[in-house]
């Protein structure tokens, strides 16, 4: 017999089912955010030849971030389907799952358990976890100094590309190394807001689990709570994750640009001795001078250093995303 001062069935069964409408508007939300990233530009050269294969890296991630995207969005799918089962159970209505089997903890284990979620936020958010390892991606700890100081200081030299025009090894070089600064700029702008709305998504949730659903008690809401909240939990650290990938983009967009424009200026350097002894040749018909050869060694192994800089910053940006 039911308490007198217990829920009517009719309202639980409304409270269900209304619970179950806001969590397919906040599913829909999640299918933009998915969308969005399904037509997000995606280049193999956003990186400059030289560093492709840095794109390709970070597309794997791209993907990986899309799955667990994929999974939260089929949970939200699946519980929105047994919230509405268990309103039709307390209305009776035909074909209905029995009371006794809504009502129980064991309806909201997770699929393939037979054993609820116990618990909720039983330690640090996932989120919080994370955190940690965007900061570290974000001030750019990983890049060589040589390159974070050009990234903090973007005013390059003038006249650079006047004196490159016909140093054609340079010109191939720059070529390699150039990227797409636009799809760089795109993508670091789209994941930082997909981050930001996958973690609204996950705050509304929150708040529903808090909010709604008064009238339903007993264990079978403390389940659904429960699992619920590992949903919560996920989400938000997907949204972090959305977040380094924003910033991993970016400071490998800088850290590339930032080499760039070494090689670029140690080039025109070059380039201005070249031009130099070219005249003094033709009146003089000199061979080339010792010093010229020493400009030339000098620049060679200044690029050298300056791209091995650049690999073992990618390499080390590469660690972290692989974490």
């Not at 035909?94 to 006794?100: C, Q, V």
């Not at 910033?247 to 640009?257: E, F, S």
Request: proline letters at 4%.
């Amino acid at each position: 017999m039911q308490r007198r001062d217990a829920p009517e069935d009719g309202a639980v069964a409304a409270a269900l089912r209304g619970h179950a409408d806001g969590l397919e508007d906040l599913r829909h939300r999640l299918e933009a955010v998915r969308f969005t990233s399904t037509f997000m530009a995606r280049d193999d050269l956003t990186y400059g030849s030289l560093c492709a294969w840095l794109g390709e890296f970070i597309e794997e991630r791209f993907a990986r971030q899309d799955e667990l995207l994929d999974f939260v969005m089929e949970n939200f799918r699946k519980a929105a389907v047994r919230l509405r089962l268990s309103a039709d159970a307390y209305e009776g209505g035909p074909g209905a799952p029995g009371r006794d089997e809504v009502a129980s903890a064991a309806y909201w284990a997770p699929e393939g358990s037979s054993t609820p979620v116990a618990e909720a936020n039983p330690g640090p958010r996932l989120a919080e976890q994370i955190q940690p390892l965007v900061d570290r991606i974000a001030n750019l700890s990983w890049a060589d100094e040589r390159l974070t100081a050009l990234v903090a200081d973007p005013v390059a030299a003038s006249g650079v590309e006047e004196v490159l025009a016909d140093f054609a090894p340079m010109r191939e070089l720059a070529a390699k190394l150039a990227g797409r600064p636009q799809v760089v700029a795109d993508q670091t702008r789209a994941w930082y807001e997909t981050s930001a709305e996958m973690r609204r998504v996950a705050d509304a949730l929150e708040r529903h689990l808090d909010r709604e659903m008064p009238e339903w008690t007993g264990e079978a809401h403390a389940s659904y709570k429960a699992l619920m909240d590992k949903n919560v939990d996920a989400l938000g650290g997907t949204a972090v994750t959305a977040a380094a990938l924003a910033a991993a983009v970016d400071g490998a967009g800088a850290v590339i640009a930032a080499t760039l424009r070494l090689v670029r200026e140690q080039g025109a350097e070059l380039a201005s001795h070249l031009k130099v002894w070219a005249t003094v040749r033709e009146v003089s018909g000199d061979p080339v001078p010792q010093q010229l050869v020493a400009a030339i060694a000098k620049w060679a192994l200044t690029v050298a250093a300056h791209l091995n800089a650049l690999a073992r910053s990618l390499q080390s940006l590469k660690g972290l995303l692989g974490k």
